[in-house]
């Protein structure tokens, strides 16, 4: 094998994302050959003996991409520590390589998520300088008045960035016109900025539902389902950059990326978990 970059090589181990890895060799928690590894080195991993904490750093793992519509009470984590039910629960033990959500979901938010094993992939979709367009369904009490809209669009500090929507109009309103949903894109990928957003514009958010990520949609998959991505569908997660557009408003997907039953083979059935 050729040399690469050791955080390169951590990335793809599984062990976590590539920024992450980063982080663990300037400070000093990686070695090769025993000594403390240099930030930005390369190495042929078929060559050296690469330890993270003291323990030796496995081989690369089968790549899994997983998307999965996250339901509403379920943690964006690989544990809690109050015992709530993870996204990780819903995907073991169908799913045996190890996986980790891709960004965040709060536990009150549902819809779209990506789970993966690839931490340079995950490093792309989830750093704000990648520009991935992530699209939210939002419901609030009422509608916002122009001016209320005009705040929203305007944005606001956020995390010390400002930060503010690509897009957002008004999808439907609700029953006897006491609630309405609203369509918004972003690309920053704050925590809790939606939220934020709408807050600042004079609303609470009743129910949040991510319908898209990048070029992702999937209008099929019902809460705590998920399936495997398309060889085509991860090809175009990568090609994604800064100018990405509108996420595409096709509701097909390939056959082959049916959602899967615990045993991991294919099925007409969506996988249900946990629910």
């Not at 006491?178 to 609303?203: D, K, P």
Request: proline content about 5%; glycine content about 10%.
């Amino acid at each position: 094998m050729s040399e690469e970059r050791l955080q390169k090589i951590i990335a793809r181990s599984g062990l976590c994302s590539r920024r992450d890895a980063d982080q663990m060799v300037a400070e000093g928690r990686v070695t090769v050959d025993g000594r403390v590894a240099d930030l930005g080195e390369k190495v042929d991993p078929a060559k050296v003996h690469i330890k993270v904490d003291g323990k030796r750093l496995k081989a690369p793992e089968t790549p899994r991409y997983l998307l999965l519509n996250k339901p509403r009470g379920v943690m964006t984590t690989c544990d809690d520590p109050e015992e709530r039910k993870t996204v990780l629960d819903i995907v073991h033990p169908a799913i045996r390589e190890r996986v980790y959500p891709v960004g965040r979901l709060d536990y009150n938010s549902e819809g779209l998520l990506i789970l993966t094993n690839d931490g340079e992939l995950a490093a792309r979709i989830a750093h704000p300088r990648h520009g991935i367009v992530r699209e939210y369904l939002v419901k609030i009490r009422g509608d916002l008045s122009r001016q209320e809209q005009g705040k929203l669009l305007a944005g606001g500090v956020i995390d010390g960035k400002h930060v503010k929507p690509l897009r957002a109009k008004r999808d439907s309103k609700g029953r006897g016109g006491t609630t309405t949903w609203w369509r918004i894109e972003v690309s920053e990928g704050r925590t809790h900025e939606v939220r934020e957003l709408f807050f600042r514009a004079g609303h609470l958010v009743q129910r949040l539902r991510r319908t898209a990520i990048g070029p992702l949609r999937d209008n099929t998959l019902k809460p705590g389902e998920f399936r495997t991505l398309s060889e085509k569908e991860v090809k175009s997660l990568r090609g994604v950059t800064s100018k990405a557009g509108k996420p595409r408003s096709k509701r097909s997907r390939p056959a082959a990326t049916r959602p899967r039953r615990a045993g991991g083979r294919s099925s007409p059935a969506r996988t249900k978990k946990n629910r």
